[in-house]
C-alpha cells in the first residue's frame, strides 16, 4: 500500500488509527453481521452509533445542556441558506464579516432572503487579515451577526471569538475541534464534516434550543433545523457512514487528549512550517499577517512561481500530495488539520528546505 502525507483541503485526511479501525468493521458490525452502510438508521445498532457520537461531540467542546447537536446531510452551502431562514424573518438586517472566499458565497446565498449589513470587510487589504473588531460597522437591530472563523482558501483565522450583542453565528468547518471554545457565546455553529470530522456529505450544526422553532414561513422542511431537533437527526435517512466515521473520529480525538491535545499539537505544526516559510530568505513566503495566520490551512508562494509545477512534482516524488493552491489564489497551500501527523509537517519543511537549496 502506497503511502503519503496528505495536504489536501478537504475531502482531507482522516486519522490512520480511524481508517483501520472502520476497515476492520466494514462488512460487519460489532458482530452484527453487517455494514453500517447496510442498517437501518432506526434500528438498535445505529441508534447506539449515533447516540455515542453525539456523546462524545458534546464533551470534547464541552457544549452545554442549552445547546442541541444535529447531524445534517448536504455540506456547508445548505447552511448559507439555513441559517437567515430559520434566524431572520423577511425583511430583518443581518450582519456578516468578509474575511474571504467562504465568507463571499455565505453573504451572497443570505442576500436571497434579507437585508444583509457587511460589518466589516478584509478585501481592501487583499483578506490578508482580520478587521480590527473596534472598527466593525455593527447593525443596531441584527438579527445575527455571522463569520467564517477560518478562511480555508486564503489562511485567515481568527484567534478570537467577536463580541456581539445579536445572535453569534460561525462557520467553523475548517478548523472545528481545533482548539477549545466557549460554545455557550454562539447561536449556532456549524461545519462541514470533511476537514476535522469525517468523509463529505455530513455536517454539523450546534443550535441553542431557543433558536429552534423560528423558521419563516415557506422554509422548505429539510432547511428547518427544528424538524431534524424533533427527530433527532432522523427525520430522513442521515448519512449513516458518515456519522459513524464522526463517530470513530470523536473517540480518537478523546483518546489523543481532547482538544486541547490537539490545539498543542496544531500549534507545533503550524510553528513548524510558517518558521520554515519564514526563514527561508524569501524564496518562499506566506502573505497572511502572522497573528492572523491559519493553523489548519498554510498558503504560501514561491519567489519565482516558474518553479511551481517542479516543486509539486519532487514534493509528490516524496509522498507529499496535494499542495498545488486554490485556482482563485494558486501558489501552494498545506492543509495541515488535527489528523496531519506532525511527522507530515516534518517531512514537508525539510523537503522545503532541500527544494531551497537546489533551486535557491
Known amino acids: 500500500m502506497t503511502q503519503v502525507y496528505n495536504f489536501s483541503s478537504g475531502p482531507a485526511v482522516l486519522p490512520r488509527e480511524v481508517m483501520l479501525a472502520a476497515q476492520s468493521e466494514l462488512v460487519d458490525w460489532h458482530g452484527s453481521g453487517m455494514s453500517v452502510m447496510e442498517m437501518s438508521h432506526r434500528g438498535r445498532e445505529f441508534t447506539q452509533i449515533i447516540t455515542e457520537a453525539e456523546a462524545d461531540l458534546r464533551k470534547l467542546l464541552a457544549v452545554p445542556a442549552s445547546h442541541r447537536i444535529l447531524f445534517l446531510p448536504g455540506g456547508a452551502h445548505f447552511q448559507f441558506a439555513m441559517v437567515p431562514l430559520n434566524l431572520a424573518a423577511e425583511g430583518d438586517t443581518v450582519d456578516y464579516v468578509n474575511t474571504g472566499h467562504w465568507s463571499k458565497i455565505a453573504i451572497k446565498e ?70 477549545p471554545i466557549d460554545v455557550s457565546q454562539f447561536g449556532l455553529i456549524y461545519a462541514g464534516a470533511q476537514k476535522n470530522i469525517g468523509p463529505s456529505g455530513l455536517t454539523i450544526a450546534i443550535v441553542r434550543e431557543d433558536l429552534l422553532g423560528r423558521a419563516r414561513p415557506g422554509t422548505p422542511t429539510m ?14 435517512t442521515p448519512p449513516t457512514f458518515g456519522i459513524y466515521m464522526a463517530g470513530l473520529v470523536f473517540k480518537w480525538l478523546l483518546e489523543q487528549g481532547g482538544v486541547a491535545g490537539a490545539e498543542a499539537r496544531n500549534i507545533e505544526k503550524a510553528a513548524l ?35 511551481d509545477d517542479a ?18 489564489v494558486g501558489g501552494m497551500r498545506a492543509s495541515i488539520y488535527n489528523a496531519m501527523p506532525l511527522e507530515g509537517v516534518k517531512a514537508l519543511c525539510d523537503y522545503m528546505r532541500d527544494f531551497t537549496r537546489s533551486h535557491g
Open 311 to 328: 516543486f509539486l512534482e519532487g514534493a509528490k516524488a516524496r509522498g507529499l500530495v496535494q499542495l498545488k493552491g486554490h485556482r482563485s
Open 273 to 307: 512550517l510558517y518558521e520554515t516559510v519564514d526563514t527561508s530568505a524569501g524564496f518562499y513566503s506566506c502573505p497572511i499577517e502572522k497573528p492572523f495566520r491559519s493553523r489548519m490551512n498554510v498558503p504560501f508562494r514561491l519567489a519565482d512561481e516558474s518553479l
Open 223 to 236: 432547511l428547518d433545523y427544528s424538524v431534524h431537533a424533533e427527530a433527532d437527526s432522523l427525520y430522513n
Open 110 to 179: 443570505a442576500r436571497r432572503y434579507a437585508k444583509v449589513n457587511i460589518a466589516a470587510s478584509g478585501e481592501e487589504g487583499h483578506f490578508t487579515a482580520i478587521p480590527d473588531e473596534a472598527d466593525w460597522q455593527r447593525s443596531d437591530n441584527a438579527a445575527y451577526l455571522h463569520y467564517c472563523s477560518n478562511e480555508t482558501i486564503g489562511g485567515v483565522e481568527f484567534p478570537y471569538i467577536p463580541k456581539s450583542d445579536a445572535t453569534l453565528v460561525c462557520d467553523m468547518s475548517s478548523n472545528i475541534l481545533s482548539r
